[in-house]
């Protein structure tokens, strides 16, 4: 009877760490009998089946030339393995996981989650959404919905009541951190874990560097009208680093402001440990602000259209929404 391993992250539990070491070490797993379907994969640098749970949720991000539910479905009951691995994260979001397992019909389906506390959890989620270009600030993020995707907990409760073998291990228990991540994953599939720990992929940014990009993104979307899409990243890096020239050098690594962590506490329970900086921390004064926007304006973006005027870059407004 073929077992199917569902790991279904969850978001902010080293998933990427983990589907990276499976991309690396994808031929000697097979060679130990554990095969990683093809279809419903994004095609990036490391192995996730995105496209699974955007076909089971309907997201507008849903692939058909990446496969669909079904495919992935045929191409599991021809191979010839015992041991199928399927990874998304993504998977953690329906909530009815036994559309899921219907999918894979006299086959042993055993799900593997990690979970994470949700303050620490919530202030890396927030992190994530400023790397993509949030400017949101914490409070209307944690209003808008982003709250469930932090309990894991209760996320878990839609699983125990499938019809899944579930396993769930938080990052802080004592097997995880002596021997790693992966090494505890590869046991839980059954395969050798690797000789060394692997590097760890998507780790939380600083909280300098979260303070930089709250500021950068908001600056970038007033000046989004006259910016031109090729120069963004360019423009984004230069204002980022602006700011962080403004700020102090002393913040401690990234936590969360002390009024944030009310938020948390407010919605999750008290927390283990409070890890903040002051508020004040948080904050550029507005006369800073104002000068790195003036810089902006001023300097690069009069360089930029110094460069396009002389032919060496192309302008192209962006459209208005």
């Not at 279904?8 to 994808?26: A, P, R, V």
């Not at 998977?91 to 996981?97: A, K, V």
């Not at 055993?110 to 979970?115: G, L, Q």
């Not at 300097?299 to 192309?314: C, M, P, R, V, Y």
């Amino acid at each position: 009877m073929k077992t199917i391993y569902l790991h279904i992250g969850f978001h902010k539990t080293g998933s990427t760490t983990l589907q990276t070491f499976l991309y690396q070490h994808e031929k000697s797993l097979l060679d130990q009998g554990l095969y990683i379907p093809l279809a419903c994969r994004q095609r990036r640098s490391s192995i996730i089946h995105s496209n699974l749970s955007w076909d089971l949720l309907g997201s507008n991000s849903f692939d058909a030339s990446l496969g669909t539910a079904e495919d992935l479905r045929q191409e599991v009951q021809n191979c010839n393995t015992e041991k199928i691995l399927i990874t998304d994260e993504g998977l953690s979001r329906i909530r009815t996981p036994q559309t899921l397992l219907n999918l894979f019909p006299g086959m042993v389906c055993h799900v593997i989650a990690y979970t994470r506390d949700p303050h620490s959890a919530a202030a890396s989620f927030y992190s994530e959404t400023l790397k993509f270009g949030s400017s949101k600030p914490f409070s209307l993020w944690l209003q808008s919905g982003n709250r469930e995707f932090a309990d894991h907990n209760r996320l878990l409760e839609r699983w125990r009541r499938s019809d899944a073998n579930l396993s769930s291990t938080g990052l802080d228990e004592p097997d995880v951190k002596s021997g790693g991540l992966v090494s505890h994953f590869c046991k839980q599939v059954g395969v050798a874990p690797p000789e060394a720990n692997a590097p760890i992929s998507n780790s939380r940014i600083s909280y300098q560097e979260a303070i930089a990009l709250y500021y950068c993104n908001g600056i970038l979307e007033l000046l989004a009208d006259e910016i031109p899409p090729a120069q963004r990243i360019k423009l984004h890096d230069r204002i980022r680093r602006l700011i962080r020239k403004e700020m102090k050098e002393n913040l401690i690594p990234y936590g969360l402001t002390e009024s944030q962590m009310d938020m948390l506490e407010e919605a999750f329970g008290p927390a283990k440990m409070r890890i903040f900086s002051s508020d004040a921390d948080f904050e550029l004064p507005l006369e800073v602000c104002d000068r790195i926007r003036v810089i902006v304006k001023n300097q690069i973006f009069d360089e930029i259209l110094q460069k396009s005027a002389a032919g060496l870059e192309t302008f192209q407004p962006s459209p208005r929404p």
